[in-house]
Nanobody
């Protein structure tokens, strides 16, 4: 089992940057595909970015492509979401998720473990 704890959220002006971290406890972190999702008030949870077990393969949603980057450090059991050129529509609670088996995926239902989330607010 994996416990996930997100950090790094906060309030930032449009055009600014934030760096979200997800710290994982438990064994075999390197065997999990990892993802970031977000949920704004009144909206469904949506895919943001995902990364494969080795970190070689990544995928970002079209809405964040070119602005957000996902990376991982398996030695430190950490996944990072670097967010640049933030927009007010990026405002949401951001969640880290781990998928125990299989390749990276954009579907929330395919992930087995979730963190509690961290709030990101982008002011205009």
């Amino acid at each position: 089992q994996v416990q996930l704890v997100e950090s790094g959220g906060g309030l930032v002006q449009a055009g600014g940057s934030l760096r979200l971290s997800c710290a994982a406890s438990g064994r075999a972190f390197s065997t999990y595909a990892m993802g970031w999702f977000r949920q704004a008030p009144g909206k469904e949870r949506e895919f943001v970015a995902a990364i494969s077990q080795s970190g070689v393969n990544t995928h970002c949603a079209d809405s964040v492509k070119g602005r957000f980057t996902i990376s991982r450090d398996n030695a430190k059991n950490t996944v990072i979401l670097q967010m640049n050129s933030l927009k007010p529509e990026d405002t949401a609670v951001y969640y880290c998720a781990a998928r125990r088996l299989g390749a990276l995926t954009t579907s929330p239902s395919s992930y087995d473990y979730w963190g509690q989330g961290t709030q990101v607010t982008v002011s205009s």
